[in-house]
């Protein structure tokens, strides 16, 4: 069960697209379609974004958007807003179980 | 309005044994897969045990055989009983609803588990 790895940081000015990996194996991310996005404000449940690679849940808006290719998913957030500032967690389905990516934080600068 | 209330949290001795509680309202506990999750003071998410419709129960290696995830339908919650505590417990314990795919849809506020003498 090792975690999924993300990069530590990204950081982007208003306006900007970003767009933060989550790299796993063919035992999670490349073997499945059942890869999901959480948002997670300081203090804050975290908050589901992206499902099933490239789903939104109704009220999320479309600025974020999910992709997947082969081991890598991806999370890309358009027109960025000072309140997308946030950590973001990618989390897949793995054989019974779940694994989450460590953790990337977002700057908006 | 689907809520999920965690309670239980607090400080206990290494090697000591806490229940979380976690009261749902707007669904039924029993007709949904649930989870819980923990995230270490200043760290990422972990995921931690699942117990799905049928009464199928996983858990990640870090706690497995030292905590045990379950219902009580009458009462429309689901607990985590955690035996054998360690420092590296020590987290906020969030439970959440799991959607058709896995993903988490509904997350409770989280209670603070400190493992500590």
């Known amino acids: 069960q090792s975690a999924l790895t993300q990069p530590a940081s990204v950081s982007g000015s208003p306006g900007q697209s970003i767009t933060i990996s989550c790299t796993g194996t063919s035992s999670d991310v490349g073997g499945y379609n059942y890869v999901s996005w959480y948002q997670q404000h300081p203090g804050k449940a975290p908050k589901l974004m992206i499902y099933d690679v490239s789903n939104r849940p109704s009220g999320v808006s479309n600025r974020f958007s999910g992709s997947k290719s082969g081991n890598t998913a991806s999370l890309t957030i358009s027109g960025l807003q000072a309140e997308d500032e946030a950590d973001y967690y990618c989390?897949?389905?793995?054989?019974?179980?779940?694994?989450f990516g460590g953790g990337t934080k977002l700057t908006v600068l | 309005e689907v809520q999920l209330v965690e309670s239980g949290g607090g400080l206990i001795q290494p090697g000591g044994s806490l229940r979380l509680s976690c009261a749902a309202s707007?669904?039924?506990?029993?007709?949904?897969?649930m989870s819980w999750v923990r995230q270490a003071p200043g760290k990422g998410l972990e995921w931690v045990s699942v117990i799905y419709s049928g009464g199928s129960t996983y858990y990640a290696d870090s706690v497995k055989g030292r905590f045990t995830i379950s219902r009580d339908n009458s009462k429309n919650t689901l607990y985590l009983q955690m035996n054998s505590l360690r420092a590296e417990d020590t987290a906020v314990y969030y439970c959440?609803?799991?959607?058709?795919?896995?993903?988490?849809?509904?997350w409770g506020q989280g209670t603070l588990v400190t493992v500590s003498s």
């Open positions: 707007g669904f039924t506990v029993s007709s949904n897969y």
């Open positions: 989390s897949s389905y793995t054989s019974s179980s779940r694994v």
């Open positions: 959440a609803r799991l959607g058709i795919a896995g993903q988490l849809v509904v």
